[in-house]
């Protein structure tokens, strides 16, 4: 669906370039994403996939077709839910979404009300948006960058702003658009958020990719394969995965006493990023 070649970028006026000869494909249907720090790139990748920017070298292909060679039909087929929500302020939310779906003539406009249901925004729909809390004004993004349907969604860092229970909800309506079959390109800086809802994920620092793979194969290539067992006496031991069913000190160790927990000691995404960038997520 998307496949990017050698892409790099430089801002007017910057001595070094942004974007340093990126290479990636996003599958149709495919959940995909960008972890790296602020200042990594990552927005700017995706304002040269939507559009926003030219000047780039490099070749980006959408759906078989170069990006220059789309049109205004372009528009149609993609949705970008920006990290800084932008909307008219002195208009409800309701009229927000009416103006923009008005851009999209050929889309296949969800139902307003539903939308707002989705997000529980419903009681706030006919308020002025500059009544609205800045995660009100996330979720309303949200919404917005999905009411036409369309079938690449770019979401710049999706949960920023939102309390855990609606970002938790953001994160399963995006599993919930991939399931109908979208493609989705995310970038964030939050590992939980890659980690939950991403199929594959690249790390980008400085502008160059560092690593591409699955959340779960980062974590098992970099984790230990052990497994840590603790007893209701705090005296905890660590065993080896391997041949763990046969491990005569690992079943002696049980019998000592009343266990409390038993876990694998699997690296976190974040743990994974910094072991191979170098870098922390937060920079």
Known sequence: MIHVEDLNFTYLKNDNPTL???????????VFGFLGPSGAGKSTAQKVLYKILDGYQGSVIIDGKSISDWGKDYFEKIGVGFELPNHYLKLTGKENLELFASFYPNG?????VSLFEM???QDAMDKPVEAYSKGMKMRLNFIR???HNPDILFFDEPTS????VNAHKIKQHILDLKSQGKTIFVT???METADSICDRVSFLVDGKIQATDSPSNLKNNYGKEVVSVELTDGTTKEFSLHG??????FTSFLNQ????????????????????????LQV
């Open 20 to 30: 340093k000869g990126l290479n990636f494909t996003i599958e149709r249907g495919e």
């Open 108 to 112: 296949n406009h969800k139902d307003l």
């Open 119 to 121: 997000v529980d925004l």
């Open 145 to 147: 960058s999905i009411q």
């Open 161 to 164: 702003g939102l309390d855990p």
């Open 188 to 190: 964030t800086h939050s």
């Open 244 to 249: 763990l069913g046969e491990n005569v000190g």
């Open 257 to 280: 006493g009343d266990v409390k927990r038993i876990q694998t000691l699997e690296a976190t995404l974040e743990e994974v990023f910094i072991a191979i960038t170098g870098q922390s």
